[in-house]
């Protein structure tokens, strides 16, 4: 059962051994943080041990990121996996009729309400760790950033004012 924002894990964590998989969309609209041009879509593939949920998922989006030398935004393709262990406590209503398993997490950051996942907190997690760390323009392993020069080749105004400066002074020595 998939509430909005949640999918049910419940049948999982009180049968271990059963497989679940599900098809998941989110825009992380309650991101302020994070822009993307086109939803999080994927698989979601749910596996309990009994003792453990085991979560993957094969994600992809497409997101803007800012580049770490001209500071010019620039749009590109994020796939990424995500595997997670999650401790189940109790004992499963499938061995007992008078217990309940139930999914317990530490996270600062809740990822679950009862046995549901909350997705938009679940796929965040893996998508900021997807992100480089210094975002290049595409295109650009060595010379100038696509966005600090035209097509012609010469350097456009992007960047910081201060670094517009002093390149205005290396080329008037020159």
């Not at 994070?34 to 085991?54: A, E, F, H, K, Q």
């Not at 600090?148 to 105004?157: A, I, K, L, Q, R």
Request: proline content about 6%.
């Amino acid at each position: 059962m998939a509430r909005k924002g949640l999918v049910d894990l419940n049948e999982a964590v009180q049968h271990p051994g059963r497989k679940l998989e599900f098809r998941i969309e989110t825009s992380l609209q309650s991101e302020e943080d994070i822009d993307l041009t086109t939803p999080v879509i994927g698989i979601l593939r749910v596996v309990s041990t009994g003792n453990l949920l085991l979560v993957e998922a094969d994600l992809e989006t497409e997101a803007v990121l800012e580049c770490a030398r001209c500071a010019a935004p620039f749009s590109t393709n994020l796939s990424f996996k995500m595997k997670e262990e999650f401790q189940v406590e109790g004992i499963p209503s499938s061995f007992s009729h008078d217990s309940y398993a139930k999914v317990v997490t530490d996270e600062p950051e809740p990822l679950f309400q009862d046995n549901s996942l909350i997705i938009d907190h679940f796929v965040r997690q893996g998508l900021l760790l997807s992100f480089p760390t210094q975002p290049i323009c595409p295109g650009t392993s060595e010379g100038p950033c696509q966005g600090y020069v035209t097509d012609s080749g010469t350097p456009v105004s992007h960047g910081h004012s201060a670094f517009e400066s002093l390149r205005s002074l290396i080329e008037d020595n020159l």
